[in-house]
């Protein structure tokens, strides 16, 4: 493993190279055509011998023929900058000062995919994990769509990894999990009339309130997870469809936050909510989504996001951790994120077991500012390869 660490130490000025030009190629959500060109025109640098761009706008990359596949993954999207004053400095032009490399997209995600692109090279050109093939996929729309797009380029592309390793920031922590989440609706339909002669009408508004107290209710029973915790659920939003105050509303849409645990999926969330008296009445429903990715295609999908956590026995998990303990030293037992991830797509959606390790402090995420530690990029490249090695030997 001292060669490993000595190879990815020796790269260092390579791979911040690769993360600079990632940072300078803006892609915000949606917005990612520059950030694709640069993936792309990155991997054609460093000789992968496949790149496949899906419909929906994720790059794939492929080192490798060998029987063993692992599919490392980190999203080129990024949220936007939205006040370029506040910045001490070009938020694009991947400024390093000490041990750090700054600009938005750095710590999320584009630090742990610059590692992940060279990690393939260097695989590729030192022969690290002969029976593998390496995918590595930038993908898009993670940071409001987790796990759509991933799972959407996987079964297009016909890639079935026997395990996926995500890049998403977890300040270097070995993660196999995190809660889902989904929007649900519930919409009631009474009978407008004029507010002076409330008796003539039926009022949707005392229907959701009724509906909502209920809901805070259901929040306590529900499942609790010693992994990821419990599930939740609050209203957060009552639309009445721009009613004027004069007015008994007719229309009421309650719009509610749903965090799912482990056993928790769309089907038992809408059904806990239908099962009350106050929503027996009510059209309830997973929120509807649609946008159209960068390159013109149009996704016509609902906000559920789901939960992932791989089993703490399956083979990847252990794989994992004894990496980690060649990496870093010390053993650990992987964790779970407090945030939501493309594991939701590899694992929640196609049911591929997953793990996870990327560089970046919570803090920094999305902060004006933003900046990753360069050693940090460095540790999870040897964790990467490392991982690679390990599973080529099994």
Known sequence: MKDIKALVESSKNDIVKIIRELIAAKSFS???SNGIKTVKSIMEILGFDDIK?????????????????????AHVDTVEVKDITKWGFDPFGGKIDNDYIY????????GSL??????????????????CTIHVVASTQEEDAEGILIAETLKELELRPDFACLGKFSNLALNRGHRGRMVINAEFKGKPAHASTPHLGDNALYMASKFISAVEKLNETLKNDDALGKGTIAATQVDTGGNAVNRIPGTACVSMDRRLTAGEDIELAISQLK?????KNANIYCAPYNFKTWNGETVKTKKYFPAFLTPVDDPC???????????FGKRIKAGVWSVSSNGSGTFGFLNIPT?????GEPEWVHQTNERVRINDILKAAEFYITLAHNFSKQ
């Open 317 to 327: 998990v252990g794989l994992g951790e004894e990496t980690y303990e060649n990496v």
């Open 114 to 131: 610059g590692a992940m692109l060279y990690t393939a090279y260097l695989i590729k050109k030192h022969d690290l994990a002969p029976d």
């Open 275 to 279: 099962k009350l008296e106050s929503g």
């Open 355 to 359: 793990i996870g390790l990327g560089a």
């Open 53 to 73: 761009i899906s419909k929906v706008g994720c790059i794939a990359g492929r080192v490798g023929t060998g029987a063993k596949n692992i599919l490392f993954d």
């Open 103 to 110: 600009g938005r997209g750095a710590a999320e995600n584009k």
């Open 30 to 32: 949606l917005e990612e």
